[in-house]
């Protein structure tokens, strides 16, 4: 697999292949030999540790370009001018040890039109991930010319990009922005459905709200668990997320049946100051909470944990299901041992692989767990405490939007058909 991606990214640099073109190429190549995926995972302490938080400003350079990190979600430690079109851009993590998602999002402008590179640099902690995005609005992002980008190498040091600066506004981040406020506003739409309500079950530690989401009309005998965005730049995941929601809530004899039999409990961004704050993988905490669900150090788990467990406690019923949506390289499933049996026996595997045959050549990546002792995770935690029948939901990094929009769609209309 490594040898792939270093002759993709070689065939990407000599063919200077559109963007959208090179994605896809690069996604077909390694959906041909599938990736074996993370390592076990390892157990960490989960006390709070020290964050340096970034300070925002705007960095205002000799030649009159102005860079800014004054922004929600913003991620830049630095930047050095070094001639009059090249400026060296440091991104540095909130804190380490720390798994490689070097995120960056920061916008520019200058006081008139000038071709620019800009290199990023991450120390000694990082390396270059994300294909960089651009907008004009912060809003509506695309991927930058192929001929305007320059990475060798699986996991660069550095990378250039070239820009155009003026007087608007421009916007260049690792993935597009998803915000607490985006976040919020796409709650807001949810809560005009008459089967949907919201309960705020803790705060986070700078005073933001902790709210889980209740789609459906049913009893809680048998409920659902689904989360996102444990880790901020995780933005695939998200959007994987929200489809599959989108389509639970969609007014159609199917779903509208579903819900008169099961309740949705959702939490769509589990860390949202680490969102806020633009930190690779952390809460302010300095700790990844997807390696906190047997301490419970941390506030976003606790909060999560003590309401599904007083759920249990207070109507008698159960967990059947539970999906945590995440990002990583590429698309891929972690499931639990298939040996072992929940609430549910089978289910998972029976609803990766139909809803997966619903998408055309498409072959699912599914890595059940070889242990069958509780780890650390979220998906472990749903599974080993609660009896769901629990998946971690990865999508790639670069997986293209019309597929992560089929994935969480199949895979909602196929858990539904299942579970009629």
């Known amino acids: ?12 640099i000599r063919m200077k292949l559109a963007p959208l073109v090179f994605l896809i190429l690069l996604f077909a190549c390694k959906s041909s030999q599938q990736w074996e995926g993370q390592g076990p995972i390892q157990v960490v302490a989960t006390e709070n540790k020290e ?6 400003q705007v960095f205002r350079t000799p030649s009159g370009v102005h860079f800014s990190n004054d922004f929600e979600g913003a991620r830049l430690n630095g930047v050095e001018q070094v001639n009059d079109t090249l400026f060296r851009l440091e991104i540095l993590p909130e804190n380490t040890p720390i798994n490689p998602s070097p995120w960056y999002a920061f916008k520019l402008w200058s006081e008139g039109p000038k071709n620019l590179w800009l290199e990023f640099t991450y120390g000694e902690t990082g390396f270059h991930r994300y294909y960089p995005k651009v907008s004009q609005d912060g809003i509506e992002f695309y991927l930058v010319d ?6 060798e190498g699986e996991r660069p040091k550095t990378a250039m990009l070239k820009v155009k600066s003026g007087t608007d506004t421009l916007w260049v981040a690792a993935q597009d922005l998803v915000g607490t406020h985006d976040v919020e506003a796409w709650k807001d739409e949810l809560e005009k459905l008459s089967f949907v309500s919201t309960q705020v079950i803790g705060k986070s530690t700078q005073g ?8 459906g009309r049913a009893e809680d005998k048998e409920m659902l668990m689904v989360i996102s965005q444990q880790h901020p730049p995780e933005v695939t995941g998200y959007l994987a997320m929200k489809a599959f929601v989108e389509t639970i809530i969609e007014d159609s004899p199917e779903a509208e049946k579903f819900r008169s039999k099961y309740n949705l409990y959702l939490m769509p961004q589990m860390n949202p100051d680490g969102v806020a704050n633009g930190h690779w993988r952390h809460n302010v905490g300095g700790v990844d909470t997807n390696r906190d669900w047997v301490n419970l150090n941390q506030p976003e788990v606790q909060a999560l944990t003590r309401f599904m467990e007083s759920k249990v406690e207070e109507t008698g019923g159960q967990f059947i299901f539970a999906a945590d949506f995440h990002s990583t390289w590429e698309d891929i499933f972690y499931t639990i041992n298939e040996d072992l049996k929940g609430n549910r026996p089978g289910l998972i595997p029976k609803l990766i692989k139909r809803s997966s045959k619903k ?20 998906n472990s935690y749903f599974f080993f405490v609660h009896g769901a029948e629990s998946m971690t939901f990865e999508v790639g990094d670069n997986t293209p939007r019309d597929l992560i929009r089929q994935k969480g769609e199949s895979t909602a209309r196929t858990l539904m058909k299942i579970l009629k």
């Open 146 to 151: 192929s001929l305007d980008f320059i990475s």
């Open 208 to 215: 933001r709200n902790l709210e889980v989401l209740k789609i």
């Open 359 to 378: 998408i055309p050549d498409y072959v699912p990546n599914i890595r059940p767990t070889e242990t069958n002792q509780r780890s650390v995770t979220s």
């Open 1 to 12: 697999m490594k040898a792939i991606r270093i002759q993709m990214n070689a065939i990407f």
């Open 51 to 56: 964050v340096s938080f970034q300070e925002k």
